[in-house]
């Protein structure tokens, strides 16, 4: 277990979540549709960590579904600003957690999290524990608790089937 998914593991022990943590061969979750493969679920049920640059120079993340594209037009009605990912070692220097393992905990103090409402469709969804090997099990409603999320947000695209048509 990397320290960085056992720094996660820590955090999430005292929401009762700890022992959720599943850990895989290395890089096995990395990718949206390797987490998938590994935890063996839909793609569109990976909770995927986005980190985006706010104007400050600080991170913000939103967790989306796997299947959910960010708007930029909806992101920048939402948060006031244009949505910009964060690059290369930014992510780590910002957020803790390496680029693939980026997930909503153990993150500091100053970078807020949102939930974006197209994970809200699944009884469970998977998100990242700090490291591209390792995800957890939870109810949308857990994820909320356990990320200390700031809310749910409308940020996505491409999940709605009325998209799709």
């Given at each position: 277990m990397t320290e960085n998914t056992e720094r996660v593991?820590?955090?999430?022990?005292?929401?009762?979540?700890a022992e959720r943590v599943?850990?895989?061969?290395?890089?096995?979750t990395a990718t949206?549709?390797?987490?998938a493969a590994?935890?063996?679920?839909?793609?569109?049920?990976?909770?995927?960590s986005?980190?985006?640059?706010?104007?400050?120079g600080g991170a913000?993340?939103?967790?989306?579904?796997?299947?959910?594209?960010?708007?930029?037009?909806?992101?920048?009605?939402?948060f006031g600003f244009k949505a910009s990912m964060l690059k290369g070692d930014d992510v780590r220097t910002l957020t803790g957690h390496p680029i693939g393992g980026g997930c909503p905990f153990a993150l500091p103090d100053?970078?807020?999290?949102?939930?974006?409402?197209?994970?809200?469709?699944?009884d469970h969804i998977y998100p990242a524990c700090g490291s591209p090997a390792s995800?957890?099990?939870?109810?949308?409603?857990?994820?909320?608790?356990?990320?200390?999320?700031?809310?749910?947000?409308d940020v996505c695209k491409g999940w709605r089937e009325e998209e799709e048509a």
């Open positions: 593991k820590a955090y999430l022990a005292p929401f009762g979540f599943h850990e895989f061969a290395d890089g096995a949206v549709p390797l987490a590994a935890i063996g679920c839909q793609e569109a049920q990976i909770a995927k986005m980190s985006f640059k706010t104007p400050e913000l993340i939103v967790v989306t579904a796997g299947d959910g594209k960010i708007n930029s037009g909806m992101f920048k009605r939402c100053n970078v807020p999290v949102y939930l974006d409402v197209s994970m809200q469709r699944f995800m957890a099990t939870m109810t949308p409603s857990e994820l909320e608790t356990a990320s200390q999320a700031k809310g749910w947000v």
